[in-house]
């Protein structure tokens, strides 16, 4: 599938947010990625810093030991830096709930 042809027939849309820390690499290409990934879900993404009080509080009561971590509805869905394509697939799956997640 060309990412250019993603179908917007989302029945839900999911709450997306990226917690980063700052002057972390991969916390950079993580947001660039998803960024552009949920604008071409049609999504907006929240940044969340993890350097702040409310940062480290959300990282804290999650369990979060890693970052970047990618929240979808609250829920650590994917940490790291994906591929793009499982990356679509992420959102296409919590957009479209009742589709088989592949990722």
């Known amino acids: 599938m060309q990412p ?4 917007r027939k989302s029945l839900v849309t999911a709450s997306v947010a990226l917690v980063v820390t700052a002057n972390c690499m991969s916390c950079e290409e993580a947001g660039r990625l998803w960024q552009g990934v949920c604008d071409e879900h049609g999504l907006e993404l929240a940044r969340i810093s993890a ?3 409310a940062g480290q509080a ?3 009561r999650l369990g979060i030991e ?3 971590v ?3 509805d ?3 869905s994917v940490v790291g830096v994906p591929s793009t394509e499982v990356a679509h697939r ?3 799956s919590a957009c479209n709930p009742e589709s088989p997640s592949t990722a």
């Open 4 to 7: 250019n042809s993603i179908e």
């Open 51 to 53: 350097d702040d009080d």
């Open 58 to 60: 959300l990282v804290q």
């Open 66 to 68: 890693w970052l970047p």
């Open 70 to 72: 990618l929240l979808i």
């Open 74 to 76: 609250g829920v650590p």
């Open 90 to 92: 992420v959102l296409t």
